[in-house]
């Protein structure tokens, strides 16, 4: 089982869609989770960070944590066409090293 | 500030040669990370500095994979003998005290 499991997708939505992307982890160690933004032929793009239960809110996006569950998901509300990317979930545990685990990604496409 | 500045951006070389790979990481950021990236295994970490320290090379596929880290602003990724599977893009990130990667934009290698 890995660590970190996300659905590659793809998903297509239609523009001005709510979307929600998912991942799901084992390890409880993991105390941070981030959530990154990647085009096409460019590195990851850190798009939202947080390292408690609960929701946290940037303008379009909502990234929510359930330790319980042990599951993540990132929502865009009212999503764009410059939206188009792959999300990819990060994971990182307490040791402050930095080290990250990434999920699959998801390769969003909004459609105009 | 220029970012992670990776080199070079593509990679095309014949099965056998030798292979380098190289990083500038942001001033100032004490932790450097490798990561491999496929469709097939998505973002692997291969190994990891901390204060120019290597602390994890785990994901190192095997001994043909070493890198160094001379300095605080430069790292290399070297390959040798390179052989076709080793085809993928190469992504350089630093982090300051584990607060979130900015990544480069990554080398593109292509090994025939």
């Known amino acids: 089982q890995k660590e970190v499991e996300q659905d590659p997708g793809p998903l297509s939505v239609p523009e001005g869609a709510i979307v929600s992307l998912n991942c799901t982890y084992s390890n409880s160690a993991f105390q941070y989770f981030m959530w990154y933004r990647q085009y096409s032929r460019k590195g990851p793009e850190l798009l939202m960070y947080?390292?408690?239960?609960g929701n946290k809110e940037d303008g379009r996006f909502t990234a929510q944590v359930d330790k319980s569950s042990k599951y993540i998901s990132l929502f865009i509300r009212d999503s764009q066409p410059s939206d188009s990317a792959t999300y990819l979930c990060?994971?990182?545990?307490?040791?402050?090293?930095?080290?990250?685990?990434f999920g699959q990604g998801t390769t969003l496409q909004v459609k105009p | 500030d220029a970012g992670v500045i990776q080199s070079p951006r593509h990679e095309v070389t014949e099965m056998g040669q030798e292979v380098t790979l190289r990083c500038k990481p942001i001033s100032g950021h004490n932790s450097l990370f490798w990561y491999r990236q496929t469709m097939m295994r998505g973002l692997e970490l291969l190994i990891y500095?901390?204060?120019?320290?290597?602390?994890?090379d785990s994901g190192m596929p095997e001994d043909r994979f070493s890198a160094k880290m001379p300095n605080a602003s430069f790292s290399t990724l070297k390959i040798q003998p390179s052989e076709p599977r080793d085809s993928a893009v190469y992504f350089c990130?630093?982090?300051?005290?584990?607060?979130?990667?900015?990544f480069g934009s990554g080398t593109r290698l292509t090994v025939v």
């Open positions: 500095f901390n204060n120019n320290v290597p602390i994890d």
């Open positions: 990060a994971l990182g545990d307490s040791s402050n090293t930095g080290k990250l685990i």
């Open positions: 947080t390292y408690s239960s």
């Open positions: 990130a630093s982090s300051l005290n584990g607060n979130g990667y900015t």
